[in-house]
């Protein structure tokens, strides 16, 4: 497993942008998948978008799509979320995790290492 340690989250309003990273240690960073799910109160955790070991596939849920964009750098074993045009609903806490599984990096259940969570909160 890796070790992964989010920031960046913050209170912004209504059609603002945010910029999440997520630092990872331990095993070798580019042989995961990594994503980004989150939970927002009263709701289960969703994986909300995700790249492969390599950054050439990324997938994205519906409610997200055209406004946030995953992205990596393995040089720094870093992964980024960038939200912008946010939304009172994108309010949740936000986790990034690892994947050893990069054929199903898609999928939540292939997920094994989780940081400790940002909260973004966006206002209307």
């Known amino acids: 497993q890796v070790q992964l340690v989010e920031s960046g989250g913050g209170l912004v309003q209504a059609g603002g942008s945010l910029r999440l990273s997520c630092v990872a240690s331990g095993r070798t960073f580019n042989a995961y998948a990594m994503g980004w799910f989150r939970q927002a109160p009263g709701k289960e955790r969703e994986l909300i978008c995700a790249?492969?070991?390599?950054?050439?596939?990324?997938y994205y849920v519906d409610s997200v799509k055209g406004r946030f964009t995953i992205s990596r750098d393995n040089a720094k074993n870093t992964v980024y979320l960038q939200m912008n045009s946010l939304k009172p609903e994108d309010t949740a806490v936000y986790y990034c995790?690892?994947?050893?599984?990069?054929?199903?990096?898609?999928?939540?259940?292939?997920?094994?290492?989780w940081g400790q969570g940002t909260q973004v909160t966006v206002s209307s």
């Open positions: 995790a690892a994947s050893p599984n990069n054929y199903y990096y898609f999928q939540a259940r292939t997920y094994d290492s």
């Open positions: 790249i492969t070991a390599g950054g050439g596939n990324k």
